[in-house]
């Protein structure tokens, strides 16, 4: 008998076994989520309810799509495009501008010498350890002096700024990056800015991949913000349409007059799925560019 291989093995099965054990704890609530948004009224009040659909439907589906929207009232699937529309549309706008501004600032941080870098530098690492809820008053003020609430535009630039997080992340990256590379580029005669955008910036892909799914996964899930800054509701982003569809739901629910509780489901679902997706299709180059970005 080869001992010291059954001895891999067995380890090799159960470090399996509790990694399964672990991702099992963010598998579970998604898998219950997804076959709740299929059951029928019937299996909500079971005795010994089950984690699949015995028999699945798509009323959950069906209702949300075409009755239940704003008020109650019967705006379906258009008014479900438009909370898909506002969150594509922030979420994207503000994940392309903080990539583009984090990079541009990473650099300047991590490779260019001016007076006060060290010090600005940290000035905002410390602004990444104040909380939220402490900066929301004034940031008010400022929107509603610079005549900002309720427009995409003014919840795109707040989506935007404070990203302590990603310049932190960029200007890792760029210090993790061989310095004999860039010396080659200035003794063939090229500048600062033919340095980053023509060497630097391709090198750094994956720590600019890294920072734009992070924005995307937090600003597709905002809710503080967008239920501060935003009031007309074809302007509000997914999920805080949701909440209140969901809200609705709950009320329908309460009078007996919901198909089912799994229009709840179905609603938490539609939110969280677009995310889920990007961190899958994703998951490879959030690996590479958190293992190059946390070097330190």
Same mark, same amino acid.
């Given at each position: 008998?080869?001992?010291?291989?059954?001895?891999?093995?067995?380890?090799?099965?159960?470090?399996?076994?509790?990694?399964?054990?672990?991702?099992?704890?963010?598998?579970?609530?998604?898998?219950?989520?997804?076959?709740?948004?299929?059951?029928?009224?019937?299996?909500?009040?079971?005795?010994?309810?089950? @984690?699949?659909?015995?028999?699945?439907?798509?009323?959950?589906?069906?209702?949300?799509?075409?009755?239940?929207?704003?008020?109650?009232?019967?705006? =379906?699937?258009?008014?479900?495009?438009?909370?898909?529309?506002?969150?594509?549309?922030?979420?994207?706008?503000?994940?392309?501008?903080?990539?583009?501004?984090?990079?541009?600032?990473?650099?300047?941080?991590?490779?260019?010498?001016?007076?006060?870098? #060290?010090?600005?530098?940290?000035?905002?690492?410390?602004?990444?350890?104040?909380?939220?809820?402490?900066? @929301?008053?004034?940031?008010?003020?400022?929107?509603?002096?610079?005549?900002?609430? %309720?427009?995409?535009?003014?919840?795109?630039?707040?989506?935007?700024?404070? /990203?302590?997080?990603?310049?932190?992340?960029?200007?890792?990256?760029?210090?993790?990056?061989?310095?004999?590379?860039? %010396?080659?580029?200035?003794? %063939? =005669?090229?500048?600062? @800015?033919?340095?980053?955008?023509?060497?630097?910036?391709?090198?750094?892909?994956?720590?600019?991949? @890294?920072?734009?799914?992070?924005?995307?996964? /937090? /600003?597709?899930?905002?809710?503080?913000?967008?239920?501060?800054?935003?009031?007309?509701? #074809?302007?509000?982003?997914?999920?805080?349409?949701?909440?209140?569809?969901?809200?609705?739901?709950?009320?329908?629910?309460?009078?007996?007059?919901?198909?089912?509780?799994?229009?709840?489901?179905?609603?938490?679902?539609?939110?969280?799925?677009?995310?889920?997706?990007?961190?899958?299709?994703?998951?490879?180059?959030?690996?590479?560019?958190?293992?190059?970005?946390?070097?330190?």
């Amino acid at each position: 008998m080869n001992l010291p291989r059954i001895n891999k093995t067995i380890k090799r099965v159960l470090l399996h076994v509790c990694l399964i054990l672990i991702a099992s704890f963010g598998i579970f609530p998604f898998i219950w989520t997804t076959g709740s948004s299929f059951k029928t009224l019937e299996e909500f009040y079971e005795l010994k309810p089950s @984690l699949l659909p015995r028999n699945p439907t798509v009323m959950n589906y069906v209702y949300v799509f075409r009755g239940i929207g704003e008020g109650g009232q019967s705006s =379906g699937a258009a008014y479900m495009l438009i909370l898909y529309r506002n969150s594509i549309y922030t979420t994207v706008v503000s994940t392309l501008l903080t990539v583009a501004i984090a990079s541009l600032a990473g650099y300047a941080f991590a490779r260019l010498k001016f007076r006060g870098r #060290d010090a600005i530098f940290y000035f905002f690492i410390v602004l990444m350890f104040l909380p939220a809820g402490g900066t @929301l008053m004034a940031l008010y003020t400022l929107m509603r002096t610079l005549k900002l609430i %309720d427009k995409l535009w003014g919840l795109i630039l707040v989506y935007t700024g404070g /990203g302590g997080t990603a310049l932190f992340l960029m200007r890792q990256i760029f210090l993790n990056i061989p310095s004999e590379i860039e %010396d080659a580029a200035k003794v %063939d =005669g090229a500048n600062s @800015l033919r340095i980053a955008f023509q060497i630097m910036f391709p090198l750094a892909t994956a720590g600019m991949v @890294l920072v734009g799914i992070m924005k995307f996964m /937090g /600003g597709w899930s905002e809710f503080i913000l967008p239920q501060t800054f935003i009031r007309s509701a #074809d302007k509000m982003t997914l999920p805080i349409g949701m909440w209140r569809v969901t809200t609705i739901a709950n009320n329908l629910a309460q009078a007996r007059t919901l198909p089912s509780p799994g229009v709840t489901y179905t609603v938490m679902l539609l939110v969280v799925l677009p995310a889920v997706l990007v961190f899958v299709f994703m998951q490879k180059w959030f690996i590479r560019g958190a293992v190059e970005g946390l070097k330190l």
